[in-house]
């Protein structure tokens, strides 16, 4: 076997088709990233489990930082209770095959690049199960900038650590004990984090209400449909406070003087400029299509 191996990383990830990490994690661009940073968990959910991605979120956890959003491509690990034989052969092949040095965990901290997150199932280890404490976390900031660490398991230091405003981290609880009997058995593999599934390069969401990861060839999209989401709400609010329109036709699919009176609000107000982006072509076709058809949607005549 091989740690971090780019020829599984890369058939783990099909269906990405844009630049790659020289480990073969999926590289979204740090632009969707920033876009990413600014959506609701809510937001970021609606698209991944309308395509059938159920399993990406998880809420019980504890947050350094608990009003700080957190985003950034994931490098995952696997640790496992100690079994003396695989654990022997498993840190002597990365000292000697692989030239790595200290401890399981420190192998992948020294492997992050600016805008990761660290995603390791520690199997929910506490006592003894701290993957980081003060230091590997001022590394981890060193290293990622605006990143950190989701670890479903234990993490020490925590004074420290809540020094440490470049970065968040989000654990299971805490203990004074180093870590300790723990084996990692494979690193950019699949991960779970409780009852969520991670891939190595998945984008991962970190918010006051938990953490979401979003596959990397939907990251875009992700973003896409969100900000859609935001700015049409922002319209609907101005029109509602000036009682333009009501909540039923706001919450309605829009006609098309409806979408024509947006487009216009969309071209000229400041608050839409950070949206400029977009485009609505489809939704336009949509709305024509819909008022082609009558109430119960034949054809009109």
């Given at each position: 076997?091989?740690?971090?191996?780019?020829?599984?990383?890369?058939?783990?990830?099909?269906?990405?088709?844009?630049?790659?990490?020289?480990?073969?994690?999926?590289?979204?661009?740090?632009?969707?990233?920033?876009?990413?940073?600014?959506?609701?968990?809510e937001?970021?959910?609606?698209?991944?489990?309308?395509?059938?991605y159920?399993?990406?979120?998880?809420?019980?956890?504890?947050?350094?930082?608990?009003?700080?959003?957190?985003?950034?491509?994931?490098?995952?690990?696997?640790?496992?209770?100690?079994?003396?034989?695989?654990?022997?052969?498993?840190?002597?092949?990365?000292?000697?095959?692989?030239?790595?040095?200290?401890?399981?965990?420190?192998?992948?901290?020294?492997?992050?690049?600016?805008?990761?997150?660290?995603?390791?199932?520690?199997?929910?280890?506490?006592?003894?199960?701290?993957?980081?404490?003060?230091?590997?976390?001022?590394?981890?900031?060193?290293?990622?900038?605006?990143?950190?660490?989701?670890?479903?398991?234990?993490?020490?230091?925590?004074?420290?650590?809540?020094?440490?405003?470049?970065?968040?981290v989000?654990?299971r609880?805490?203990?004074?004990?180093?870590?300790?009997?723990?084996?990692?058995?494979?690193?950019?593999?699949?991960?779970?984090?409780?009852?969520?599934?991670?891939?190595?390069?998945?984008?991962?969401?970190?918010?006051?209400?938990?953490?979401?990861?979003?596959p990397?060839?939907?990251?875009?999209?992700?973003?896409?449909?969100?900000?859609?989401?935001?700015?049409?709400?922002?319209?609907?609010?101005?029109?509602?406070?000036?009682?333009?329109?009501?909540?039923?036709?706001?919450?309605?699919?829009?006609?098309?003087?409806?979408?024509?009176d947006?487009?216009?609000?969309?071209?000229?107000?400041?608050?839409?400029?950070?949206?400029?982006?977009?485009?609505?072509?489809?939704?336009?076709?949509?709305?024509?299509?819909?008022?082609?058809?009558?109430?119960?949607?034949?054809?009109?005549?």
């Amino acid at each position: 076997m091989k740690f971090n191996h780019a020829e599984d990383t890369i058939q783990l990830s099909p269906l990405w088709q844009g630049e790659r990490f020289p480990d073969g994690r999926p590289k979204v661009p740090s632009s969707v990233l920033a876009r990413l940073s600014r959506i609701t968990l809510e937001e970021a959910w609606g698209p991944l489990w309308s395509r059938g991605y159920l399993y990406q979120f998880e809420g019980d956890l504890k947050i350094i930082h608990p009003n700080k959003v957190m985003v950034g491509r994931a490098v995952t690990a696997v640790m496992v209770p100690k079994r003396p034989d695989l654990h022997d052969t498993l840190l002597r092949y990365g000292h000697e095959q692989e030239g790595r040095q200290g401890f399981f965990n420190q192998w992948v901290i020294d492997s992050l690049q600016e805008e990761d997150v660290v995603v390791i199932d520690m199997f929910d280890k506490i006592y003894q199960g701290t993957y980081v404490g003060g230091n590997l976390s001022t590394a981890i900031a060193a290293r990622t900038k605006t990143g950190g660490a989701v670890i479903w398991g234990g993490i020490r230091d925590i004074q420290q650590i809540t020094q440490i405003e470049d970065i968040n981290v989000y654990y299971r609880g805490s203990d004074p004990t180093a870590i300790a009997d723990v084996t990692m058995v494979g690193m950019n593999v699949p991960v779970r984090i409780g009852r969520a599934v991670c891939l190595p390069g998945d984008v991962v969401l970190g918010t006051p209400a938990g953490v979401i990861f979003i596959p990397a060839h939907l990251a875009e999209l992700t973003a896409t449909h969100a900000e859609k989401s935001q700015i049409r709400d922002l319209f609907g609010f101005t029109r509602l406070s000036s009682s333009t329109y009501t909540t039923a036709q706001i919450d309605a699919p829009w006609t098309i003087e409806m979408w024509h009176d947006f487009l216009q609000w969309f071209a000229t107000d400041p608050a839409a400029i950070p949206y400029q982006h977009l485009t609505w072509e489809q939704e336009l076709e949509e709305a024509r299509s819909n008022e082609s058809c009558g109430p119960s949607g034949s054809v009109r005549l």
